[in-house]
């Protein structure tokens, strides 16, 4: 694993499973508490997976989960984000029957400052600003993302986990979305689960490529661009 410091997150031997099908198998990532970390690998791999146990959606058999020097691995995902993790999921990020204005409504309950977020948040994303009253459901795959993105930064995380956070977009607004996450991981951590490679190494420090639900490489990102070994784990 890179050597990276006093790291904010740090999961340790992770086994996470379905049923009893096992998906991850002793997965060790550290996340600096500042910059971005990519986590690659082809379909299936076990990304999502990892996301989810990182967040309290699933629940590992195994392994541990330390966020901020606290023990987080028994921890519910409400009481994660509310200790700063966050976290846009490949799907489902929106109420899509609810307008724009209500999602960042319902992000926006969770915290002190109320509507004075949702400011800061439209300056990042201005296009949602003129999709207030549209139902999230009509919204582009680029705006829907940037929703997603949108709330869960309401919560003001230490650490933005995304999966696809460019899955469905538009090229032409994957620039944008790029844009924002490298000005994000200047001032918190950012975990990304992407298919487009330069986009994941260019907003990453460190990469870890998953395959077959283990960490098979890593090292930062410079290095592991030119690592032979990576065309090889990202090949279908
Ligand atoms: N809900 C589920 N039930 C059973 N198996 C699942 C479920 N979700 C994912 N898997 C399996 O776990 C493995 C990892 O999947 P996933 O984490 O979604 O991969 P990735 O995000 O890298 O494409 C795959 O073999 C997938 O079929
Ligand atoms: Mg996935």
């Known amino acids: 694993m890179p050597d990276i410091g006093a790291p904010l997150l740090e999961a340790a031997d992770l086994c996470t499973y379905y049923g009893t099908s096992q998906a991850l198998f002793d997965v060790s990532i550290k996340v600096p508490s500042r910059g971005g970390v990519a986590i690659l690998g082809r379909n299936g791999a076990g990304k999502t997976t990892l996301l989810k146990t990182l967040s309290g959606d699933l629940k590992p058999a195994r392994g541990s989960i330390r966020f901020d020097n606290v023990e987080a691995t028994r921890l519910r995902t409400e009481q994660r984000v509310r200790k700063g993790i966050g976290y846009v999921p490949q799907e489902h990020g929106v109420f899509a029957k609810l307008?724009?204005?209500?999602?960042?409504?319902?992000?926006?309950?969770?915290?002190?400052?109320?509507?004075?977020?949702?400011?800061?948040?439209?300056?990042?994303?201005?296009k949602l600003g003129e999709r207030m009253a549209q139902q999230a459901g009509t919204l582009s795959g680029g705006e829907r993302k940037m929703l997603a993105i949108s709330r869960a930064l309401l919560a003001h995380p230490y650490l933005l986990m995304l999966d696809e956070p460019t899955e469905g977009v538009w090229h032409g607004v994957v620039d944008e979305i790029a844009e924002r996450l490298h000005q994000l991981a200047q001032k918190i951590a950012v975990v990304i689960v992407e298919?487009?490679?330069?986009?994941?190494?260019?907003?990453?420090?460190?990469?870890?490529?998953?395959?077959?639900?283990?960490?098979?490489?890593?090292?930062?990102?410079?290095?592991?661009?030119?690592?032979?070994?990576?065309?090889?784990?990202?090949?279908?």
């Open 99 to 126: 307008t724009v204005r209500e999602n960042l409504l319902v992000g926006a309950m969770a915290t002190a400052d109320g509507e004075e977020g949702i400011e800061e948040v439209l300056a990042l994303f201005p």
């Open 195 to 236: 298919q487009h490679l330069k986009l994941a190494l260019g907003v990453s420090q460190y990469c870890y490529v998953m395959d077959r639900g283990r960490i098979a490489l890593c090292g930062e990102s410079n290095t592991i661009r030119d690592d032979p070994e990576l065309v090889r784990l990202l090949a279908p």
